[in-house]
């Protein structure tokens, strides 16, 4: 798993708690994030519970403390219309991401801080291994580098 360390420190509500929401509470857990799980189904509460996510409903939540809600694939975000927890969080002025926008911010995030592909320090320019067949990162030569 990939920690999501871009929201290290700081609460963040994940709604929708399926087998991608579940992943997302575990990165961010991983991060270093303060995870709150919520979901329509008390089932599935119950299951983010057990696995020692703490969850509230999102409508009992004081947002001036919340970096962000990581929405689950299949909660509508705009269509057919926004799902409730969209345009609750909208209002207080929260931003709304995606699960795979958490692991594009922290792709982001470890390229600016010189981290090759798989999160280990380096230069990543040097690492990249373009052109390798086999997928392997190859040191390049500076002058395969600039073209």
Known sequence: MIPITTFGGKKVAVFGLGGS????????????????????DPGRMAEAARAGFATADLHEVDWSKIAA???????????PAPHWSVSFVRAAGVPVVGDIELFCRERRRRACHGHDRRGHPGRPAIVSGIGAPDGAARPQRESAVRQ
């Open 21 to 40: 929401g579940l992943a997302s509470c575990q990165a961010l857990a991983a991060g270093k994030a303060e995870v709150i799980a919520s979901d329509d």
């Open 69 to 79: 809600l990581v929405l689950a694939p299949g909660v509508p975000l705009t269509h």
